[in-house]
């Protein structure tokens, strides 16, 4: 037994969801309780979900530890989003804007002076860049930070 799962926590999440804006019913609950093992594998995978906003467990606290009633369980608007394949509005309404200012192209010259290319293709790579559009420093810009974010990963 694997204490957090992800399949199973993608399935409470669209359980849940069934029965949104509402809590589950018997059937639901039922489905939940055989969906893990434990009480001991339950409770931690429902807590990780509530810890990321994803649901609410309305858990108490008490001197036996943890007890989550799942008949008041519900999925939060966050919770739908995340088990949508479109992102559901979460990913409409968090689309942030990015303003692109003249010091981007400072950092790119930057990164050209730096590179290791001879210093005549330094020059065409600078000339270059101040002859493009705005549309295409943005295009630019996303490139390299692709490019370094992917690096970073590794």
Known sequence: MRRFDREK?????????????????????????????????????????EEHGLVITNALYGFQGVTIETHLMKITAKGIDFILQDGGLGAILGVQTIKFHHSAVVVLEDLISLSNISDPEKEKAKTKLSEMTTESLKAIVQTVTTAGLAALMK
């Open 9 to 49: 926590q993608k399935e409470l999440l669209e359980i849940l969801s069934r029965y949104f804006p509402q809590s589950p019913d018997m059937d639901g609950e039922i489905e939940i309780k055989s969906l893990f093992e434990s009480d001991e594998e339950f409770f931690p995978n429902a807590m990780y979900l």
